[in-house]
């Protein structure tokens, strides 16, 4: 584990009680109710009967050889270690255990068994759920196709008492009818996600211990190639000057571009230069716009005609022309 991380212990009980003389019932008590991991908790145990002959520490529900922690005779005043002993608990006179150094594969269940002088028994039942403070996301995936897949962001795991916020990018996550969040706001939907939520996602949580933030996760959005352009957007172009036309389309990855000139194919670029048309070059230049992790292609047509000096040409855009003879 890093440095930067630790564990949440959030502590809850259940008794369990046969034949109790007392009329207070034993419990125990987590001090403090909750512990970062690598922190020291107390198992502090109350109101145990004063004819004890002898109580017992176990891993687990059932007091079994296998999962004793630590036991403690009254009459010999012995105290044995078992097998589940790591070295970093400790049995006090009056039953407690103290857990210290507190790691993950100590949550679950604890068992402390109380034996009474005239030879029954019962025992405490406590649980420990060992938490993250520290929260970590996963999900479906680290890219999408935008429109296609549905990503789930996931921040882990599930805390007791904890209120969830997302952001994307270092803001609030945008407003958008595809994007749900689960009961508790632990899961992040994205059906059939679009582009403006690509980009670095957070989860941060708050609970009786403070404020933590997970580490960033980074999803990344394929979408395009959308409608290409062709500029400049004239149409008609002087003999004996050059001819430069640039095809653009927004797309990620970057689109694959070609040309096809009156059907023939010209050109695996970008843009097209011709050095000094004549008429020959008139006719249809045909953009082919593709993206290969996207699956989609596109294109754009555009007619080019090559007139002469004599003619001097204002116009729209690919429309009508306005010609006045020199």
């Known amino acids: 584990m890093g440095p930067g991380s630790a564990r949440w212990i959030?502590?809850?009980s259940v008794l369990t009680i046969w034949n109790i003389p007392s009329a207070a019932a034993p419990a125990i008590e987590a001090v403090p109710p909750t512990v970062l991991e690598g922190k020291n908790v107390l198992l502090l145990a109350h109101n145990l009967p004063d004819n004890l002959s002898a109580y017992h520490w176990f891993k687990g529900k059932e007091p079994l050889d296998k999962d004793l922690i630590i036991m403690h005779e009254i009459k010999s005043q012995e105290t044995k270690q078992g097998k589940l002993h790591s070295g970093r608990e400790t049995l006090y006179p009056n039953g407690s255990l103290m857990l210290q150094n507190v790691t993950l594969?100590?949550?679950?269940?604890?068992?402390?068994?109380?034996?009474l002088k005239r030879g029954d028994s019962f025992p405490c039942?406590?649980?420990?759920?060992?938490?993250?403070s520290k929260p970590s996301i996963r999900s479906n995936g680290t890219t999408a196709v935008e429109g296609q897949d549905t990503v789930e962001i996931t921040c882990d795991p599930p805390f007791l008492k904890t209120t969830y916020t997302w952001r994307l990018n270092g803001k609030e996550l945008p407003g958008d009818t595809n994007v749900s969040l689960s009961q508790g706001n632990t899961t992040l939907t994205l059906l059939k996600v679009s582009r403006h939520l690509k980009g670095r996602y957070e989860c941060k949580?708050?609970?009786?211990?403070?404020?933590?933030?997970s580490n960033p996760f980074t999803l990344d959005v394929f979408y395009g190639p959308d409608n290409p352009q062709i500029f400049p957007p004239d149409k008609y172009f002087e003999e004996g000057k050059n001819l430069w036309l640039s095809c653009q389309a927004t797309s990620h990855p970057k689109a694959q571009y070609s040309w096809n000139v009156n059907g023939e194919h010209w050109s695996s670029r970008q843009d097209i230069f011709?050095?000094?048309?004549?008429?020959?070059?008139?006719?249809l230049y045909?953009?082919?716009?593709n993206n290969p992790t996207t699956g989609r292609n596109d294109f754009k047509v555009k007619e080019i005609t090559i007139v002469g000096k004599w003619l001097l040409v204002t116009s729209e855009p690919d429309s009508g022309v306005q010609s006045n003879f020199l």
């Not at 039942?125 to 993250?132: K, N």
């Not at 949580?205 to 933030?213: I, K, S, T, W, Y």
């Not at 011709?274 to 006719?283: A, F, Q, R, T």
């Open 10 to 12: 959030s502590v809850t």
């Open 105 to 115: 594969k100590q949550s679950g269940i604890y068992n402390l068994n109380i034996h």
């Open 125 to 132: 039942i406590h649980t420990l759920e060992t938490q993250l």
């Open 205 to 213: 949580v708050q609970n009786p211990l403070g404020v933590f933030r």
């Open 274 to 283: 011709i050095h000094k048309v004549n008429m020959s070059n008139s006719g």
């Open 286 to 289: 045909t953009c082919h716009v």
